[in-house]
């Protein structure tokens, strides 16, 4: 397991794609709707309780956030998304800087999609599976909050989950994840090594 993630230090928020690093390197996306527990999942990674914003009030995240992992592999933690509170202008801005770094972001190596286990596969998640299936761009889905669930339930859950998944998009990969319990966090480590390529730095 790489120690590269707990390097990672807080780099630029960017209201668009303009105002990101220059586009080289490696990034990798942290998706998901507002209350599936992205920023949670990134400290978690990264074992820095404070780098991600976390916050009782789900759809704070209004910037696309990166973060350095070292001189050219940044993670990046996009706007959460479908908040009822937002006022509907807000959503439709967010969902259009989500857009445009999907779409014109040259560097980023795969998509982790986050889904609340006990609420999968919303609109939202159906829009980024079958955007990244179209895209051929890697996607991998944390099941977040699985210490809700207990491990039979859970189990099940993940089972439905991936076969719904391998429906719209057969690439995709689908593991049960808990910041609380560190459940998963190996997997994860996994995932990410090889999209940064750091099992290619190691061989």
Known sequence: MSTLYRKASYLISAET?????????FEVAFAGRSNAGKSSAINTLTDNKKLARTS??????????LFALD???RLVDLPGY????????????????????LQERECLRGLILLMDIRHPM????LMILE????SKLP?????????KLKPNPGRSQMFSVQKSVAEVNPDATVQMFSSLKKQGLEQLNQVLDCWY???????
Not at 17 to 25: E, K, R
Not at 56 to 65: D, M, W
Not at 122 to 125: A, E, L, P, T, V
Not at 142 to 147: S, V
């Open 56 to 65: 009782k009030t789900p759809g704070r995240t209004q910037l696309i956030n």
């Open 82 to 101: 479908g908040y009822a509170k937002v006022p509907e202008a807000m959503k439709l801005k967010w969902q259009k800087h989500l857009n445009n770094y």
């Open 197 to 203: 390529g750091l099992d290619d730095a190691a061989s």
């Open 122 to 125: 919303q609109d939202f998640d």
């Open 139 to 147: 996607l991998h889905i944390l099941l977040t909050k699985a210490d």
């Open 17 to 25: 794609v303009a105002q990101c690093p220059p586009d080289v390197g």
């Open 131 to 134: 955007w990244a299936h179209a």
């Open 71 to 73: 001189d050219e592999r």
